[in-house]
């Protein structure tokens, strides 16, 4: 199971589970949409996972604590006081179920971290089908570096941002990207989905690794230059 589910103006909180197992939450902005999915698919919960402290991802956490209380929350230093009750300590957690592969993806904010399970790519607000988060530490270097460890995983990843940014991604992508056609061809199927109300995500890393310019630039100094155009397009 893999599922997005609606939340505030355009969040996605994930669900995934494999089959017959309890399902993984990942970012809780808030409770409504995800309680009513999960009593009306009648599922368990194993864990939730935080990727940083911003609220849209986290101001559901307490009261899907009431809710759940004997589900761990866990999530990086910066969410203890958003929710988490454990504090990850390296790059692996293991739950019952599952083992949860943890990437070091700071800039965003300086401890977010992106969870990589069963192939599939939790990545919050650092890496968006086309884009990627605002540098709001300032610290482009380390938001560079994080996106190219994800860069660094197998093109079949399955990559589920936080965000529906896709098609203001993409207008932005084809300013400065070389191969229009391929990026106008997905912009119609984006555009389709969303005049549909579906999502344009999740997406794959090979996918991304031709529309997405972020991923596409190799060095410092271009992503930087890439970041601070998009940061005022």
Request: charged share 20%; aromatic share 8%.
């Amino acid at each position: 199971m893999l599922v997005p589910i609606p939340a505030l103006n355009d969040n996605y909180i994930w669900l995934y589970g494999r089959e017959d197992l309890p399902v993984i939450v990942i970012d809780i902005p808030e409770t409504k949409n995800l309680l009513s999915f999960l009593t009306s698919n009648q599922l368990q919960v194993e864990a939730v996972l935080l990727t940083h402290h911003h609220a849209d991802h986290t101001a559901g956490a307490a009261e899907f604590k009431q809710h759940y209380p004997d589900i761990e929350i866990w999530g990086p230093e910066e969410t203890g006081s958003k929710g988490a009750t454990r504090i990850i300590v390296n790059n692996l957690i293991e739950t019952k179920h599952y083992q949860i592969q943890v990437v070091d993806t700071g800039g965003h904010t300086e401890q977010h971290v992106s969870y990589l399970v069963d192939g599939h790519l939790f990545c919050g607000d650092s890496l968006f089908s086309a884009g990627c988060g605002r540098v709001f530490t300032g610290n482009y270097q380390q938001m560079f570096e994080g996106l190219q460890r994800l860069k660094c995983l197998p093109d079949q990843t399955i990559v589920c941002p936080a965000h529906e940014y896709t098609l203001s991604n993409l207008y932005f992508a084809e300013t400065v990207l070389e191969d229009k056609l391929m990026l106008h061809n997905h912009l119609k199927k984006v555009e389709q989905l969303r005049r549909d109300n579906l999502p344009s995500v999740p997406t794959t890393l090979a996918l991304e690794k031709q529309i997405n310019p972020f991923l596409i630039t190799t060095d410092l100094a271009s992503f930087i230059a890439l970041r601070q155009a998009k940061d005022v397009f």
